[in-house]
């Protein structure tokens, strides 16, 4: 009988030179490190000004104005409304 080779340590074989780009260790300098580095520094000030955009669209989209009129629902007009309206100005026409 005779014996496969182990799978999950092949896998893990054939991964061992992309393990650098998965987890850089501590000693990588350069460009990598200076990125990942700027992008830390910069997303406190990126979460600030989204948090404040997303409070500030969200007071402004639940305030109510004096006039409560433009919030009302027009009705739309039915069949009904239709024909009233024809005998009205048929109405005025005529007199």
Same mark, same amino acid.
């Given at each position: 009988m005779e014996r496969t080779p182990n799978t999950s340590a092949t896998t893990l074989e054939s991964?061992?030179?992309y393990s650098a780009l998965i987890h850089p260790s501590s #000693?990588?300098?350069g460009k990598l490190r200076a990125l990942i580095e700027l992008k830390s520094l910069r997303l406190p000030d990126k979460r600030r000004a989204l948090r404040a955009s997303i409070s500030e669209r969200l007071t402004r989209g639940t305030m109510l104005p004096l006039d409560r009129f433009d919030f009302h629902r027009v009705r739309e007009p039915t069949i009904r409304d239709t024909?009233?309206?024809h005998d009205r100005t048929k *109405? #005025? *026409?005529a007199a």
């Open positions: 991964l061992k030179p #000693t990588v300098h024909r009233i309206m *109405a #005025t *026409a």
